[in-house]
């Protein structure tokens, strides 16, 4: 009776040392992530699992390690490049948000026509095809996807542009579109310093910088606001439940964000 005892102790105390290490691992270097719109498709899709990486950057008073950071500044890290997958604190609501960076500190934004130009410069964009997506409700919040070929009745194949775009110093990443919107035409926006310029891949579905913070858009976004990078998809399940195995993705276990 006394080793089955010691043995259910052993297992308690293994248990509790191993979430007290994941709690710190987590708390240090990554934080978990789901994917909760279509603002980032194809990139990222709904029901997407990702950690970010948390030291990309350095810390800061929402990614600090038991808030010990300065309120004001970050400590280590790099610079955040053109191009990234970041995770953000909204300026005004506080809320987590994930989508790429576009401008940095200085530059000039304006989209045209669909098209993103920088610092007085159209980014090359190259179609290649068609993003297509059965149209049914979608993640834990039964999301109905937008499409270029709408309307299309429930079970259809939705459809959207597919392009390249390859901005300055060469990264490139796909986006897509859906047709002419609001923030297809902008005017232009001068990044301040400190600050940077958020936009989605799915271009016609994000609420991102392009849009102004009284109308509950992102604006610009200061560095201390950065959280991390998402480098790495680690899982993806297009159901409304992890446990809903049949709706797994085995093609996006550990699939590199580009």
Same mark, same amino acid.
């Given at each position: ?51 970010? /990486? ?7 008073? *929402? @990614?600090? +390690?038991? &808030?010990?950071?300065?309120?004001? #500044? ?105 047709? /002419? ?7 232009? *926006? @001068?990044? +301040?310093? &400190?600050?940077?310029?958020?936009? #989605? ?58």
């Amino acid at each position: 009776m006394s080793d089955a005892k010691d043995g259910i102790v052993e297992t308690i105390k293994t248990v509790v040392y191993a979430l007290l290490i994941a709690g710190v691992f987590r708390t240090l270097f990554f934080q978990p992530f789901w994917i909760p719109s279509g603002s980032m498709k194809d990139t990222l899709l709904i029901g997407d699992f990702l950690f970010v /990486n948390k030291m990309a950057y350095g810390y800061s008073q *929402y @990614s600090c +390690p038991f &808030g010990m950071c300065p309120i004001d #500044g970050r400590i280590l890290g790099s610079e955040p490049e053109r191009g990234d997958v970041v995770v953000f604190r909204h300026p005004v609501n506080g809320q987590d948000f994930i989508k790429r960076l576009i401008g940095l500190p200085g530059d000039r934004v304006q989209v045209k026509n669909g098209i993103l130009h920088l610092n007085g410069e159209a980014v090359p964009t190259e179609p290649v095809g068609m993003f297509v997506e059965p149209m049914e409700p979608q993640g834990p919040q039964q999301l109905l996807p937008r499409c270029f070929n709408g309307p299309v009745g429930a079970g259809g194949s939705c459809e959207k542009e597919k392009f390249v775009e390859t901005l300055p110093g060469g990264r490139t990443h796909s986006i897509l579109n859906v047709g /002419n919107g609001p923030t297809d035409n902008t005017p232009v *926006y @001068s990044v +301040p310093e &400190g600050h940077y310029f958020f936009m #989605g891949d799915n271009r016609d579905n994000s609420t991102d910088s392009r849009v102004n913070q009284l109308a509950r858009g992102v604006g610009f976004v200061p560095y201390e606001n950065l959280i991390g990078r998402a480098d790495r998809i680690m899982f993806s399940s297009a159901g409304r439940s992890l446990f809903y195995v049949w709706t797994w993705r085995p093609d996006r276990l550990f699939k590199r964000i580009d």
